[in-house]
């Protein structure tokens, strides 16, 4: 396989990733989210995992969980990242976006059990910001066309 078709792939299964997460949590689709626990019922989709925080952080955790603004750029993030890698348009801002997600999440398992320091969303934030840097959106993916976009050349952030 071609290293260029290999990065697109990996960019739209890991948007997929982004992107189950979100569906899951808004609608209880009964994969980590039972029915009936869905955003969609009213349920916030971080209380529960931010209350069970332990650790050094766990009171900086605790504070947000259940916080509707919160929740909102949770839930906002992972559908943004999402997304982003599975069509191929803004892949570095989603790789920005979505390695902050990660980053939170790694912070509040910290320490971490399996391992003094290193866990998947460690790995997640490397292959996020590599997939950002050689430009993952353009194999397989919309980039090229995103990038002709007048709002997107108005705003560059968003290639």
């Not at 992107?19 to 009213?42: E, S």
């Not at 209380?47 to 955790?61: I, T, Y």
């Not at 605790?62 to 603004?69: I, M, T």
């Amino acid at each position: 396989m071609k290293k260029e078709n290999l990065f697109g792939l990996t960019r739209i299964v890991l948007g997929w990733v982004f992107l189950w997460a979100a569906l899951d949590k808004i609608f209880g689709l009964g994969y980590t989210t039972k029915a009936g626990k869905a955003w969609f019922n009213g349920v916030s989709p971080t209380a529960g995992f931010l209350k069970s925080v332990q650790g050094p952080f766990a009171g900086f955790f605790h504070s947000f969980a259940g916080n509707v603004a919160v929740d909102w750029l949770f839930m906002l993030g992972l559908l943004f990242v999402g997304i982003g890698f599975l069509l191929g348009t803004h892949v570095k801002l989603s790789a920005y976006v979505g390695s902050v997600l990660m980053f939170f999440i790694w912070l509040s398992s910290f320490p971490i059990k399996t391992n003094p320091f290193i866990d998947e969303h460690i790995v997640y934030i490397l292959v996020l910001l590599t997939l950002a840097s050689v430009g993952a959106g353009q194999y397989l993916g919309l980039e090229k066309w995103w990038k002709k976009q007048n709002f997107v050349k108005k705003h560059p952030i968003l290639e």
